[in-house]
């Protein structure tokens, strides 16, 4: 029995994705919204958590790193995200953190299946469709911590308020921000924001 977590801040969404998955013989299938996650992989410790990357808490922001933690002495689950490619800036997020399938949103249900029967075995899944986007999440220029930077600054996030937020200090969140202006070729904080999300990276 493949023991699976699944993840969505959408509860309709979630509950039907769960009652269908419940159909497989041999899932056996959990599922909770984001701001729980990391709790709920800690007490089930699944083999399988199958993700979306939206996320609604943390400024959109998903704590996938959170949920490849399951205590010292066990192996974390494998993750599976449920992606679009149109977000690259969250495709790449999951790169990093080590996601080994990645199932477009627009694909049907079995893929999903197939993705978490791969993964639970270590072995990767990406649907093709998901090409482009990953193509734009290796052009990205920004690394994870800018693009957490800039994510809040685009939530209308003040510097006092991103520093509390990320644990920095005033000082290192200008000298992100000074980063990504550069980066992105913008003229101002405004102008990077619209750049990247005309480039789908927020």
Known sequence: ??????VHDECLVRSVLADWLRREPDLGVEDTAWRSAPGRVRSLRPDVCAADLECADAYG?????????RGP???PPGLLVLASANRPGLLKRAIEAGALGYVDKEASPEHLVHGIRR??????????????????????????????????AAEGA??????????????????????I?????ARNRIDAIRISQGEGWL
């Open 1 to 6: 029995m493949i023991r699976v977590l699944l």
């Open 61 to 69: 922001i998903p704590p996938l790193g959170e949920l490849r933690s």
């Open 73 to 75: 002495g066990t192996a």
């Open 119 to 152: 993964v639970a075995k270590g072995e990767r899944f990406v649907n093709d469709s998901l090409g482009f986007g990953f193509l734009k999440a290796a052009e990205m220029p920004l690394t994870r911590r800018e693009l957490s930077v800039l994510s809040l």
């Open 158 to 179: 003040s510097v006092a308020e991103i520093a509390g937020s990320l644990h920095l200090s005033h000082g290192t969140v200008r000298n992100y921000m000074a980063a």
């Open 181 to 185: 202006t550069r980066k992105t070729g």
